[in-house]
């Protein structure tokens, strides 16, 4: 074989190992941005949960609230 054949068999070996590790990191980053979007699906359907719970919440309060207001109401009219 000669020099120039040789070098062109370490080109074309060196170009079939970039290939493969360009491939390589291709399908890391897509796995990575994969995980990332199924990551980011899983904390917006908690969020929404908890802003539905917040609501509720929010309603109980608002009917404890009214429901004091009502027994201080009556307290006052039993006391006063």
Do not use: N
């Amino acid at each position: 074989m000669s020099r120039l054949e040789q070098a062109q068999a370490r080109l074309d070996a060196a170009l079939r190992r970039l290939d493969a590790a360009l491939q390589a990191a291709e399908a890391a980053a897509r796995t990575a941005t994969e995980s990332r979007d199924r990551q980011i699906a899983s904390l917006v359907a908690e969020l929404t949960v908890l802003r539905q719970e917040r609501d509720t919440l929010g309603g109980v309060a608002d009917q404890a609230a009214s429901r004091i207001d009502a027994v201080i109401d009556r307290l006052r009219s039993a006391v006063g």
